[in-house]
Nanobody
């Protein structure tokens, strides 16, 4: 079993920054991908960013490109999401996900991940 935990959410004014962290523990993988998704009230969960095990491949949703940066630490099975220039529409519960993946590959669809954190609330005030 893999346990995923996020941290770092909170309340910030528009234009501000937050950094989310994610850690996977338990039965970890030799190769894996980690992803961030978010879900706003009344909306479906959507992809935000993902990173390959090697860290060499990243993907971002168009809505966050240039503002958010995903990073990862292979040895520690952790990921971070640096969020800058936050907008009110970024308000959501942010989820970290992890799963096995071929080396260098990321996954951008929620159904591709079996292991999820409990979520952390990010609120951006206008």
């Amino acid at each position: 079993q893999v346990h995923v935990v996020e941290s770092g959410g909170g309340l910030v004014q528009a234009g501000g920054s937050l950094r989310l962290s994610c850690a996977a523990s338990g039965r970890t993988f030799s190769n894996y991908a980690m992803g961030w998704f978010r879900q706003a009230p009344g909306k479906e969960r959507e992809f935000v960013a993902s990173i390959s095990w090697s860290g060499g491949t990243t993907h971002y949703a168009d809505s966050v490109k240039g503002r958010f940066t995903i990073s990862g630490d292979n040895a520690k099975y952790t990921s971070a999401l640096q969020m800058n220039s936050l907008k009110p529409e970024d308000t959501a519960v942010y989820y970290c996900a992890a799963d096995w993946a071929p080396l260098g590959r990321t996954m951008i669809r929620a159904y591709e991940y079996d292991y999820w954190g409990q979520g952390t609330q990010v609120t951006v005030s206008s």
